[in-house]
């Protein structure tokens, strides 16, 4: 091996520091439970719908990849869902992203009345430039925020569905 090719390798650990470093600087996004609601209920379950804000703090748009999530009730998990959020947070942008959740009910079973619901997850999503992504996409980084709430739900206030 050379001098050339010597130096050049000892350069390649600092040079990938300094890249990893680049995509550190690169800010989560900020996510708040704006809202809880049972949007239907039908003898077969109730959908609950959680609307999340998601504020991307960083000057290059943000794309959402994955958003892992479930929900307890009075402790009891009784969904759990992974889904692709489908959206790019704009720069310094806020977006309300919409997390449905279904609730099965056994035949001739009611929804429960107000409950204690449990909402958590984590939303992953890409830096900006292609090593991020190459990053991401061979899953050596995946960048996430996470997020819960805990809020009284009564299923028996929703909607009938026709």
Known sequence: MNHATRRCLSCMPALSIS???ACSSYRAPVLTIAETRVREAAPSGVVVE???DAENPNPEPMPLREVRYAML???QQVFECVRSPEATLRRFGTQRLILPVVLPLAPGATPPSAS???LSGTLSYTAPGQLA???FDTGV???EA???T???VDFTRAPVAN
């Open 141 to 143: 980084s995946r960048p």
């Open 116 to 118: 204690d619901v449990t």
């Open 73 to 75: 009730v009075d402790g």
């Open 19 to 21: 890249l990893l470093a």
């Open 50 to 52: 959680f609307l999340i």
């Open 150 to 152: 805990n809020a009284p």
């Open 133 to 135: 992504e190459t990053l």
């Open 146 to 148: 996470s997020f819960t």
